[in-house]
């Protein structure tokens, strides 16, 4: 018999079975009422912004393997997809290539999805949801007006940061070192009316809950530790000398250092500032928040401390901030490191109140030079303070948030309308819930200047007011993208929602999200508002679980030559090119074999090779195999010692593949064992092989293509029907290993001669003391390092060492 030459040609591989997969409705999943578990596996869903690059390919793959893997171990997997499909760039797609947003979404979003199917990603697409589509965004204006009749929602006047460039609001999470997220221009400070949502109603369960959290990357957690910062401390109330009536508050988190005051610190936008200041004018410096120069200023004015009744003289200072606290704080030299620079920089004095180390000495001690609480610890002496101040009405515990609330306006066209009506008789009126959804209208106007084309557009702007009937406006502004993220996970889970966002009986079964994969850059936005989304629908009986996911995967970037893959520094790769030339099973493989999934990924073109060579050594493998084999059939048996060898390396491998999955997704390493596996493979010689050894040879092939699948599904589901399978290897059991024969069968042996190594040895796993004793004495090595001597005595440690002393 002649035999055939087999070449990996995963062109003619590959879309065979996408083809296969979703005519087959592979990947469509629904709620099981028996045994099954379930495991919802969610990557974020991408912005439509034209192609899928690298960062996806990744991001989606660790998603990918995972959703498969738990298939095959028989749960339940909810594996869905969707569009964030509002958003900037198709607006100013808009203007600069003449198109309307909503084509341009949709164009990029059937190129994506394409895209995504021929990376053999298995979503049910049954549940894909595009964020722009009227269907999805009147929900969240339900939400809106809801959250309005709640206070939850609510108008207000502030000083907002604002992208000159992008010509809008952003959030404090969009602004990054003082610049725009998005276009990295400089950010301004612009006073507007603005819709805000109150996040800070859970300021505190939001902070606690992060402590449940427990499968949540710890650097996340401490940043939105951090971003939500609790300080827990007082209100204290000064009066002002010869301004009687009025009072300056401050909030400290150390009323115990009180007497160590030697000034007051007013922001100099305070309400009091103007009035205080005796001097004039404000000096420039003072204004100039964004510098970390410490620069004050004396207004003249003295306030009264309410404990010693000391003047204390009050100055204006541009590091202390307006809306934080108090506005206004109360400065110890001796006891912050802030304070001290100050002081020292205008000789102001520094009075030491607690003994505890050199000046300045942050941290807790023992009050000296202070009457109410000498002698007192830290957390005593404040707690005798607060007491004291609130008996005599001049201060009060107080807990305070760095967390605020969340600024929802944007001036934007491509986003969800806000439902509010703005009617000159009144005022503020919510659009009634049957109006609903307010349409974008599609028929506007971009300009490249003019701000929102809503803003412009009379069709949209004008309507009646519901409650009198008279001329009224529209609200102009959308809502941030973010709101509709922050509640997608949610939607996913029932197909058919009716009449309803979420539906709760679906999202019972489905929630949490158990494996929730993407980018560290959300971790005080995205993060923070889809908790804060998952406990406002709890407590509306939308959904039943605190937190929205269970574990958090943070997905490193992908770099090439050193910088981060993107358009800007032209150092992009494109899946497409890569998929059409190696195959999409190998693109998958590189991303995930390159290195751990939560670490930075360098891009490099042996690597990627390297993957395709073992994918086509696999092929051959078992194309030859099968040659040889298609009359065998595989079992798992072995009577020799080469055929126990091999199948102990069977054994090892699934064990260790299955292990590092399971541990933290450790593909990387998983891949590697494959690797292994293939190469012990290949030093097996089939024509001189017994019945036995063939068909435990076979059985190691069905194995290795079962484990592979995942990874290289394509490939995986290939040489499954080339074995003569019918079932496609996802709903195909994920293969099974034997402790026993898992374990190593041999072990390395030191014989020792005083501590000293003198030889090694193989021996089996577990020979007794007795046998290893013997071996020991009878090494030439250790009878020529015994030179004739008896040993005095023999230690055996069993599966390590014989050390014999002399
Ligand atoms: C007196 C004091 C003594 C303070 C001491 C600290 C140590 P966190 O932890 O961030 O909440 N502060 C209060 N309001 C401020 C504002 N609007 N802008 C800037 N700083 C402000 O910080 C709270 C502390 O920051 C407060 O406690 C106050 O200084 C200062 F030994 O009060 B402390």
Not at 113 to 132: G, H, P
Not at 543 to 559: H, N, T, W
Not at 691 to 702: G, S
């Amino acid at each position: 018999m002649t035999r055939k030459q087999f070449d990996y040609v995963p062109t003619e591989i590959e879309p065979k079975w996408q083809k296969k997969w979703l005519d087959k409705n592979l990947f469509y999943v629904e709620n099981d009422s028996g045994p099954k578990p379930k495991k919802f596996v969610l990557e974020m869903f991408p912005y439509p912004s034209g192609r899928i690059h690298m960062g996806h390919v990744r991001n989606y793959s660790i998603g990918d393997v995972m959703a498969r893997y738990f298939r095959m171990r028989g749960y339940n997997v909810l594996h869905p997809m969707g569009w964030d499909a509002f958003g900037l760039p198709a607006e100013n797609a808009a203007m600069q290539n003449n198109v309307h947003p909503k084509k341009w979404t949709y164009e990029n979003i059937a190129v994506m999805k394409a895209q995504l199917n021929r990376l053999a990603m298995s979503f049910d697409w049954r549940r894909e949801i595009t964020t722009c589509e009227e269907d999805y965004y009147r929900w969240e204006q339900v939400m809106f007006l809801r959250m309005l009749k709640e206070g939850l929602a609510y108008r207000e006047k502030r000083k907002l940061n604002w992208c000159p460039s992008c010509e809008t609001v952003l959030a404090n999470e969009e602004v990054v070192d003082t610049r725009c997220w998005r276009c990295d221009s400089v950010v301004i400070q612009k006073e507007m009316d603005q819709w805000f949502l109150k996040i800070t109603k859970y300021a505190e369960e939001l902070l606690a809950g992060i402590d449940t959290l427990t499968q949540w990357p710890e650097h996340i957690k401490t940043m939105q530790r951090n971003w939500i910062g609790k300080s827990v401390g007082a209100e204290i109330d000064f009066a002002i000398e010869k301004h009687p009536g009025n009072t300056i508050r401050v909030f400290t988190t150390r009323p115990d250092t009180i007497y160590g005051v030697s000034a007051l610190l007013l922001a100099p936008h305070h309400k009091l500032a103007s009035k205080l200041n005796e001097m004039g004018e404000l000096p420039a410096g003072v204004q100039d928040t964004e510098t970390t120069d410490k620069v004050g200023f004396f207004t003249g004015s003295y306030a009264i401390h309410p404990l010693t009744g000391e003047k204390i003289p009050i100055w204006l200072a541009n590091f202390v901030l307006t809306d934080y606290g108090t506005g206004a704080l109360m400065v110890v030299p001796a006891h912050d490191e802030r304070d001290f620079e100050f002081a020292t920089k205008y000789k102001l004095p520094i009075i030491k109140v607690v003994e505890g180390g050199d000046l300045p000495f942050t941290e807790d001690g023992m009050s000296v030079s202070s009457p109410l609480i000498n002698g007192l610890k830290t957390g005593d002496a404040k707690k005798k303070i607060i007491d004291h101040l609130v008996q005599k009405k001049r201060g009060e515990a107080k807990i305070n948030f760095r967390l605020r609330d969340w600024g929802i306006s944007r001036q934007r066209y491509w986003g969800t309308p806000i439902p509010i009506i703005h009617c000159p008789k009144d005022g503020i009126v919510p659009v009634p819930e049957k109006d609903l959804p307010v349409r974008l209208p599609e028929n506007v106007e971009f300009k490249k200047t003019g701000g929102s084309p809503l803003a412009q557009s009379p069709e949209f702007l004008n309507v009646k007011c519901p409650k009198c009937g008279g001329p009224a406006k529209r609200e102009p502004d959308t809502m941030s993208t973010f709101v509709e993220s922050s509640w997608y996970y949610a939607r996913y889970p029932s197909i058919k929602h009716g009449n309803e966002a979420v539906n709760k009986k679906d999202c019972d079964y489905w929630l949490p999200v158990d494996h929730y994969i993407g980018g560290v850059e959300h971790a005080t936005g995205h993060l923070l508002y889809f908790r804060f989304f998952q406990k406002l629908m709890r407590d509306w009986g939308w959904v039943s679980g605190d937190e929205p996911a269970k574990q958090l995967i943070s997905q490193g970037m992908v770099y090439k030559d050193g910088a981060k893959m993107s358009k800007s520094k032209g150092n992009v790769v494109d899946p497409d090119e890569l998929i059409a030339r190696l195959g999409a099973d190998t693109a998958r493989l590189f991303v995930l074999f390159a290195g751990p999934i939560e670490k930075d990924l360098e891009w490099s073109d042996q690597s990627v090779e390297g993957c395709y060579r073992f994918l086509g050594r696999v092929y051959r493998l078992v194309m030859n195999g099968l040659q040889d084999l298609h009359a065998t059939k595989a079992e798992d048996r072995a009577t020799s010692g080469d055929e126990k060898k091999l199948q102990h390396l069977m054994h090892k491998t699934i064990k260790n593949v299955t292990a590092d999955i399971e541990k933290d997704f450790h593909y990387n390493t998983a891949i590697s064992f494959m690797m292994e596996f293939v190469n012990g493979l290949y030093q097996i010689d089939l024509s001189a092989a017994s019945t036995e050894m063939r068909a435990l040879y076979k059985k190691c092939l069905e194995n290795l293509v079962l484990m592979l699948s995942p990874f290289a599904p394509h490939l995986g589901d290939e040489l499954w029907s080339e074995m003569g399978h019918k079932e496609f290897t996802l709903n195909t059991n994920w293969p099974k290993y034997n402790e026993e024969l898992a374990k190593s069968s041999e072990k390395e042996i030191v014989f020792q001669i005083n501590g000293k190594i003198k030889d090694r040895a193989i021996c089996r796993d577990g020979t007794p003391d007795e046998e290893l004793k013997e071996l020991a004495l009878s090494n030439l090595k250790i009878k020529e390092g015994l030179g004739g001597k008896s040993p005095k005595r023999v230690i055996v440690v069993p599966n390590k060492l014989v050390n014999i002393v002399v």
